[in-house]
């Protein structure tokens, strides 16, 4: 059986898609609800022109209270409705891990997804399809009719501290995935952002660091990231970002939004501001359609002011219109108007808990298992586990996208910073308990835990038992980018100890960003476990105990030491006092990130252009069994290849094609990727069709593959890359 990767909507698509996909809004959807909106704006009056433009941000945070709406719902975001016209309220919460804790502010819970980096790892779409209906689910059964996920932007630089939020250094991987995750959202007839646009690499100064990149760059990476997430998840609204790009605000520049994202690719839905993102009620008419947490910014620009401009001017009155239509053309693609959501609505956790589970399953991976130190055999005597938690939960990421369970984290260290989003900074462990899971895993077993905080327990336990398990973990959060790739609280040397203890230790990882790992000569066993979710104890478990075959593969390379990276010291990191809002200290402040450097050599890429080996790069992962895939033949744009499962256990496996050059010259990009599952000796041959953009140059006159020879080869990773094949493509040019 050959397994046909189909194409979905214009991009050449590597992802399987589920049937399910369906229900979510499909391009066509969108054009019929913009000729209702045109005929609504029409029979709006015009004080009605200006209510859809702007929203607030229903809570008690921030320096500038505001009157909160009865129907209002403690959140992120609440925008009026008309009601003589049937438009309901946008009822707006974060983001894409599951409906925001919010500090606790409405006393529920709601079910974590794993991170954004973990579900990136399973390569996966219908994980990520599946992660974003049952979120979405949970959000409209919590009254919520907009999640404002879709995070999307590259982990250009591997210490943001959003990296754990986002899914990948590739924008093709990025693409496929952020758009299963917002057809799975708005599966359940509510708005998906697609966030946050453009070129957000940073938290440091992330209100004003300037992102430097030509738009060729820009185009073949972080904006491709964004056009395959719009093409395959048809997200019925952008949210642009605080920073700057090439001199404009994001929310303020009529490039990116007028040009780019509704001209070039013709985008019918709406652009909201990030919240304190807009800078003056110009940005209306360079392409912001509404502004919003209107009382994070110096003024409520989008009602009186723009009111007046579009009475005055017919060109502000006809971009009113535009701005209205584009509001109701997502509420009436979503059917939000049709089929409202109200709170109170019965959420299964059990079975939602399943949905973060399978996620985290599959998005584990194996770094290293010498000696096939792992599984650890389920009749081991006893077992010393350590650190990292590992009695209360797993991590999680801190800012605007915390999640967490009904009756909040089980474990919560507060930064001790003070100001009014203190409540938002604390590193929460929450979810499925690892000591818990392993001691039902191991039932027989003499399972042991010491929190770490003292070597020499630790140390006293390793010896005494058959396998040393350490957790480590490293805290990440919005607002707050990372100093370097050290494990915190003297973890590494805890580890080291450990290991010189007993020869049989594991290291399971829950950071948020690659990190260092001095120790890991002399640690067998390693995986990556990320934020792990509501069930990540018991994933880590099942990986443990092998009852789960690791198939996860790295969606981020893990650099060997900071100076390999485009900018070794993160632009403005050690100037500027942590400020988590990235507010500039004074206005005239200036910080830029020139992403010129590399390009849209992101990651792996730049690795390959420089001829740098990372410490795991970009597609690592190992598994339980073994697989062989090869017989790679191009045929034009159309890959075909065999793999098969030569282990004796079943398992899955994420192929992997690259380019490795073109005319010639050295060009490695991802080119296709598939995760198949396959039982021991068996092989299934594989068809990907290839993105032409991969191959392709941006110029002003569009996309162009040049005529010549393109190789390509199957890849374990990004380093390890099998003997490639040639095919000859003809010169082509073409606008999107
Ligand atoms: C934040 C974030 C954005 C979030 C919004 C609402 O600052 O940048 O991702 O959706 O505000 O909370």
């Known amino acids: 059986m050959t397994i046909k990767f189909w194409m979905l909507a214009s991009a050449a698509c590597v992802a399987s898609a589920s049937p399910g996909w369906a229900q979510a809004p499909s391009a066509n959807d969108v054009t019929q609800a913009d000729a209702r909106a045109a ?62 804790y919010v500090g606790g502010i409405r006393k529920d819970g709601a079910t974590p997804l794993p991170s954004g980096l973990a579900q990136a790892a399973t390569w996966n779409p219908d994980i990520l399809y599946a992660g974003g209906a049952m979120i979405g689910a949970e959000a409209r059964a919590k009254g919520f009719n907009v999640l404002l996920a879709g995070g999307v932007n590259l982990t250009r630089d591997p210490r943001n501290g959003r990296t754990f939020e986002y899914l990948s250094e590739d924008p093709l991987l990025s693409g496929h995935l952020v758009g299963a995750a917002i057809r799975g959202i708005q599966s359940n007839h509510i708005i998906s952002t697609i966030k946050h646009y453009a070129l957000n690499g940073q938290e440091t100064g992330r209100k004003f660091v300037n992102s430097e990149i030509s738009e060729a760059a820009a185009r073949e990476s972080d904006l491709l990231a964004f056009q395959i997430g719009i093409e395959q998840g048809q997200p019925l609204s952008v949210m642009c970002s605080y920073n700057v790009v090439n001199g404009a605000h994001a929310c303020d520049s009529d490039h990116l939004l007028n040009t780019v994202l509704k001209g070039d690719w013709r985008w019918k839905g709406f652009v909201m501001s990030d919240w304190g993102a807009v800078p003056s009620l110009d940005t209306a008419i360079h392409g912001l359609d509404q502004q919003s947490g209107a009382q994070l910014d110096p003024k409520l620009f989008f009602a009186d002011d723009l009111a007046a401009k579009a009475k005055a001017d017919p060109q502000w009155a006809a971009r009113l219109d535009d701005m209205n239509r584009r509001v109701l053309t997502a509420i009436y693609a979503a059917g939000i108007d049709k089929n409202p959501a109200t709170s109170g609505g019965k959420i299964d956790f059990v079975k939602d808990g ?6 985290e399953k599959q998005g584990i991976v194996l770094l290293k298992n010498d000696g096939n130190v792992l599984p650890l055999a389920k009749n081991a005597k006893r077992i010393a586990v350590i650190g990292g938690f590992a009695a209360a939960g797993v991590l999680s990421g801190g800012g605007s996208s915390q ?15 003070d100001g009014p ?17 392993i001691r039902a895993m191991a039932s027989k077993a003499d399972v042991t835990f010491r929190d770490g905080a003292f070597i020499s327990e630790a140390v006293d336990q390793a010896k005494r038992a058959d396998v040393a398990i350490v957790f480590a973990t490293k805290w990440s959060t919005e607002g707050k980018d990372q100093a370097d790739f050290t494990l915190p609280n003297g973890q590494d040397a805890l580890i080291a100890a450990v290991a010189a203890a007993n020869p049989h230790t594991i290291v399971v990882l829950e950071t948020g960003n690659p990190v260092d790992m001095p120790w890991l000569d002399k640690v067998p066993g390693v995986i990556e476990a990320w934020y792990g979710g509501a069930r990540g104890g018991d994933a880590i478990a099942s990986v443990l105990f092998g009852e789960t075959n690791p198939s996860g593969r790295l969606p981020i390379t893990f650099p060997a030491r900071a100076s390999q990276l485009p900018r070794p010291v993160l632009d403005g990191y050690w100037d500027l006092e942590t400020n988590f809002m990235g507010d500039p200290p004074t206005p005239a402040t200036k910080l830029s990130a020139n992403y010129n450097i590399e390009g849209s050599d992101v990651g792996y890429r730049w690795f390959a252009r420089k001829g740098e080996k990372a410490l795991f790069p970009f597609g690592h992962g190992l598994s339980y069994t073994s697989f062989a895939a090869d017989g790679l033949k191009v045929d034009g744009l159309k890959a075909s290849f065999t793999v098969k499962n030569t282990g004796a256990r079943a398992g899955a496996y994420v192929a992997q094609l690259y380019l490795t050059a073109r005319g010639g010259e050295a060009r490695e990009r991802l080119a296709g990727f598939a995760r198949i599952m396959l039982q021991p000796g068996e092989s299934k041959p594989i068809t990907l069709t290839i993105d032409p953009r991969i191959l392709a140059d941006w110029t002003e006159k569009g996309w162009t593959i040049k005529g010549g020879p393109y190789s390509f080869a199957l890849g374990e990773d990004a380093e390890h890359l099998a003997a490639p094949v040639s095919t000859t493509l003809k010169s082509k040019t073409w606008k999107d």
Do not use: N
């Open 354 to 359: 399943e949905v973060a589970l399978e996620a």
């Open 39 to 100: 005929v609504t704006v029409k029979a709006m009056q015009p004080g009605e022109k200006i209510v859809l433009t702007h929203g607030i941000m229903p809570l008690p945070f921030g320096d500038k209270p505001v009157a909160i709406p009865a129907d209002a719902i403690p959140g992120a975001g609440y925008v009026a409705g008309i009601a003589r016209l049937g438009v309901p309220a946008l009822k707006e919460t974060d983001a894409s891990l599951g409906v925001a």
């Open 421 to 437: 989003w203190a409540a938002f900074f604390a590193q929460h462990y929450h979810g499925t308990a690892p000591l818990a899971a």
């Open 403 to 417: 999640t967490d369970p009904e009756g909040g984290p089980k474990a919560s260290v507060p930064l001790g910073i």
